[in-house]
C-alpha cells in the first residue's frame, strides 16, 4: 500500500499489536520530548488509554531544528516502523520516518507543560484538563461505568426510557428547582393583580428542571414491567461543597411486581458488576489513579466485589449506634435522620462492608414509599458505601390508591397536580420497587477522586456555568 | 419447589420456552378476556414484549363471577401449567391454577379499552399509552436504538462524555433558547440602570438550556480522540408541528482526525448498523407497526441496510433538482438552502436511497465548518433518508485558528464568550470532524411513525409539558 493511502491505526491498538516491523501512521498529541544529539524521544498520546507511544527520532534524519515545534501539547502525524522497543517500560515503539506537526502549542502560552498542575487550577481550565493523564484516565472510567449501566440492565430485559427534563411539575419535593422560561426577564407579562402571567410562558405554565425522573419511570414500569432511566437532573441548592452539583446524572431503575427483597438483590448486583466491569476494563487507568492518589483504591474496589453487602433494618443500625464506643457529633436516637458518620461508622468500622438499610421512619422518606405493616416504618432502603455513605436510595412504592393518598395528605403533596401518577394505581396497580443511583458518586467512588466537579467533564455549581 | 417459592417468570421467555409441563407464575395486565360458560380465556402482558400469553381458566374452578374483577387493564397474578397451545397463534399457553388480582381496573373509567383508540386521544393520556401495543412497541424499539448508539461507539473505540446542560453561551446560534434561572420572577433583582442583574443568578450570570453538546464534544475529541454525546438538546422555538419537539435528545460522534470522507464513512456505517440491530432486535414489534401503520415500513428498512448510500456535491443536487421535471413549490437556485420537497425528491425519486451532500455553500452553513479551498463552500455533509429528509447534519471542522477566527467574525459570533473553544485551536489543533443526530427522527424512522410526539414518552412542545 502507497504510503499516503495508509491509514491511522490508534495508540492503544499499536501497543499491544504483535503485527511488528510494519508501517504506521500514528496521530496524537505531544506530551514530552527529550533525548540528546543523537537522538530524541516523543511520547504521544491519542487519548485511546492512558500508555503513551515512543516515538524515537534519530538526528540524522531530524535535525533538532526540525523538531522544534514538536512540544509539549503539539499535535503531530508520524509515520514509522514499529519495532519491539529497546527501552524499558513499553514493549514496542515507532522509528518515525516523517513527522508532520499538525497543530502548535505555544510553549509560553500552553499551560499544560510538563510539571505537574493542581486539581484546583485544572478546574478552571475544564477545557483542556481531559488532556492530563489523570482527566483522560477518569473520563475513559466514566465511559465505561455508563456503557456497563446500559449494558447491565440491556441484559437483563430492562428498557431505557428517557424522562422528561422539562417538568410542569414540583411536587415531588426532592429539591429546590431552576425555573425553564423563555419570558422576558425585564418586563414579564404580568396578570391583573400584577403577578407574572405564566400562561404566557412558553409552556402555558410554571416549569423546572427535573430533580428526578422516578415518577415517570413509575408510569413506564407500569407497562413495560422493567425500565431505567439515565439522564441528567438538577437541584438548584447554594451548596458549594466537594460533594455537591447543580447538574448530574442519575440512573433510576423502576420494577414491576418487585418487593424490598428483590430491590435489594438488584441493587447489590448492579452496583457489584459495575465495579466489576471498571476493574476488568479499565484496569491501566485504575492502577494510575491507585498509583497517583490513592493506594487504596483497587483493594476498595475488590472489597465490592468480593462482599456480600450487610442488610440491617434502620432500627437495628441505631440500636448498634447508640451503643457504639465512638462520640458521634450528632447523637442518635430512633426517629432522626442518619448523618454521614453513622453511615461510615456502620461501614467502614463495624461491618467492614457496603451496607444495606432498610424499614426507616416514615417522617424522614418520601410520601411514595410502601408503609410497612406497623405504620411506623416505609419500605426504604439506602445501600452505604465506604468513603462515600449513601450511594443509592430507594424502595418499595405505595401501591396502594388510598394508603398513597393518605401519605400525600399528610405530607402536603398535592394530588391534583400528580393526577396522572395516582392514575397508576388506579388502574391495574401492582407492587413494586425502584431506586436511584446518583452517577457522580459512582465515578467518585471508582476512580478515588474525591472532589465530586473532578468526575464530570463541565462541572455546574453556584457561581459557574463556564465552558 | 413450594408454590409460594416459585418466582415469577417474564412472559416473552415463557412464550419461547420449550420446558413444558412446568407450574409456572406469571404477572402482567389483562389485555383482554373472553370466553364461555365453560372457559374464560384471559390474554395477559407484562411489557417484556408486544405477545400476550394465553391464560385457560376452567369454569369447574374459575366460576365466572370469580373473575369478575379480571377486567381490562386490571393487573394480576396467575399461577399455572405450563402447556402447549391447543389453540391457533401461539405456541404455549397456562392452565391457571390461581388467579390473584394486585390491581383492579373498573371498565367505566378506564381509558384503554378494547376498541382502538386514536394516537392524538393517546398523546392526551401519555401516562397509560406505554400499555398500548403501539407504544410498547414504540419504547421497546427506542430502548433498542438508544443500545445500538452506545454499543456501536463503545465496539469502535469512542467514549461517551456528558456535555453540559446548562450553558452560559449561547453563541452557537443553532435555535431560540430557554432561560434557566432561580431569581424570583416577580422581583428579580436590578442594577442601577434598572435591567436585571443576572450576577445574583444562581450562576452569576445568564444560562440556557444547551441547543448542542458539539462545542464541547470538540475540546472531549482532542483529548480523548473519538468521542460522543447521547443527551437533551432543546428549542423554545414556537413550533407545533409533527416534525419539532422543544426537549429532544440527540447524538453527536466528534472525531479527531477524521476529514469529510471519514465522517462519511461513519455516518452511513453507523446508520446502517442501528437499522440493522432494529431488525435483528424488534422483529416482533416492527412487524405489528408494519401491519398496523405502514405496509412499506420493513421494505424501507432494508433499503437503508442493503444500499451504499448515494454521495454528491450540493453544487451537482442544484444541478439536477434545476434539470428536474417536477415543479417544485420553492425554486432551487445555487446558494439557497434547500428544502424538503427538494431532498424527498434526490432521495425518493432520483436516486430511490439515501443521500448524503456535502459542501455546502458557506452561507448557509455553520461557523466552524471548513471552508473549501475555493473559500465559497465548506466540508457540511446531510444525510437524507427516505420520508424524513434530514436525518444527519455534520462537517469536518475549521481547524485553522486564523480562518475560524475570520468566519466568527463575517458571521457575529462573540470570539470572547468562546474563548475556550478557540483554545482547541490555539493548542495542539487537529483535523476533524463530527455530526448530529436527532435521536427522535431516527426512532421516528424505524418506527414509521408519522408525528415525532409519538417517539418520545412525555413530548414537550408549545403549551405543553404534561407528566
Partial sequence: MPADQLRRTRIQDLLTSTDLNREVLVKGWVRTRRGNKYVQFIALNDGSGLATLQVVADAEKFPEESLKEVTTGSCVAVRGLLVPSQ?????????????????????????????????????????????????????????????????????????????????GSDAEGAGQMFRVTTLPPEHPPR?????????????????????????????????????????????????????????????????????????????????????????????????????????????????????????????????????????????????????????????????????????????????????????????????LFPGIGEIIGGSQREEDLGKLEGRMAEMHVPTDELWWYLDTRRFGTAPHSGFGLGFERLVLFVTGMTNIRDVIPFPRFPKNAEF
Fill in 87 to 167: 527501552g524499558k517500560g513499553q514493549a514496542v515503539e515507532v522509528q518515525a520516518s516523517s513527522i508532520e506537526v499538525l497543530g502548535t502549542a505555544d510553549p509560553e502560552a500552553y499551560p499544560l507543560q510538563k510539571k505537574a498542575t493542581s486539581l484546583e487550577h485544572l478546574r478552571e481550565i475544564a477545557h483542556l484538563r481531559p488532556r492530563t493523564n489523570t482527566f483522560g484516565a477518569v473520563l475513559r472510567i466514566r465511559h465505561a461505568l455508563a456503557f456497563a449501566v446500559h449494558d447491565y440492565f440491556n441484559r437483563h430485559g430492562f428498557y431505557y426510557v428517557h424522562t422528561p427534563i422539562i417538568t
Fill in 191 to 383: 396578570t391583573e393583580d400584577g403577578s407574572v402571567d405564566f400562561s404566557e410562558d412558553f409552556f402555558g405554565k410554571q416549569t423546572n428542571l427535573t430533580v428526578s425522573g422516578q415518577l415517570e419511570g413509575e408510569l413506564a414500569a407500569m407497562a413495560l414491567g422493567q425500565v431505567y432511566t439515565f439522564g441528567p437532573t438538577f437541584r438548584a441548592e447554594n451548596s458549594n461543597t466537594a460533594r455537591h452539583l447543580a447538574e448530574f446524572w442519575m440512573i433510576e431503575p423502576e420494577m414491576a411486581f418487585y418487593d424490598l427483597q428483590d430491590n435489594m438483590d438488584l441493587a447489590e448486583d448492579f452496583l457489584q458488576s459495575l465495579v466489576r466491569y471498571a476493574l476488568e476494563h479499565c484496569a491501566a487507568d485504575l492502577q494510575f489513579l491507585n498509583d497517583t492518589y490513592d493506594k487504596e483504591l483497587l483493594e476498595r474496589l475488590r472489597s465490592i466485589t468480593d462482599n456480600a453487602f450487610q442488610r440491617l433494618t434502620y432500627t437495628e443500625a441505631v440500636e448498634i449506634l447508640k451503643s457504639a464506643k465512638k462520640k458521634f457529633e450528632f447523637p442518635v436516637d430512633w426517629g432522626t435522620d442518619l448523618q454521614s458518620e453513622h453511615e461510615r461508622y456502620l461501614v467502614e468500622k463495624h461491618f467492614k462492608k457496603p451496607v444495606i438499610l432498610t424499614n426507616y421512619p416514615k417522617e424522614i422518606k418520601a410520601f411514595y414509599m410502601k408503609l410497612d405493616e406497623d405504620g411506623r416504618t416505609v419500605r426504604a432502603m439506602d445501600v
